[in-house]
């Protein structure tokens, strides 16, 4: 992998803009979201900024505690940057930064990138029994 890739957690480098558009156009679980929920999940995240140079070309957010629990969501690389293991590499730091070691649970969910994940010890939930939902899959469609 090239040296101009780098992961950063600062906020400010964050280019919403970047970001907004791939989640309401490209992102199957977030096809249309609002500007203004990006931002305020941002907001209320710890994020991770996959940059080459100074161009951000990925993307990831954790909710947390920073105690017990951890929900990552919203992972992409740019088409134009994948196959480069950039996935990869913003994977491991996520799982290895300072700020989330020591948590009791980590969840997700992924229609398509489990083999990625696996690589960093994930598996499919053992007793789905534990686990409910309330989904509202239209929340961003126009009623």
């Known amino acids: 992998m090239e040296n101009k890739y780098r992961i950063s957690t600062e906020r400010q480098l964050l280019d919403i803009d970047m970001i907004h558009d791939f989640l309401s156009t490209k992102a199957y679980w977030s096809l249309k979201i609002p500007k203004e929920t990006v931002i305020r999940s941002i ?70 990138a489990h083999g990625l994940y696996e690589q960093y010890g994930w598996k499919e939930l053992a007793d789905s029994s534990y686990w409910m939902e309330l989904h509202n899959s239209k929340v961003y469609q126009k009623q």
Request: positive net charge; glycine residues 10%; aromatic residues 12%.
């Open 43 to 112: 907001e209320h995240s710890f994020c991770f900024g996959v940059y080459k140079d100074s161009e951000q070309v990925g993307f990831a957010r954790v909710i947390t505690d920073y105690s017990t629990i951890a929900y990552l969501g919203d992972v992409f690389i740019l088409e134009s940057h994948r196959g480069k293991g950039l996935s990869k590499l913003l994977i491991a730091a996520i799982m290895n930064h300072n700020k989330l070691q020591g948590l009791r649970r980590w969840i997700l969910l992924t229609g398509d």
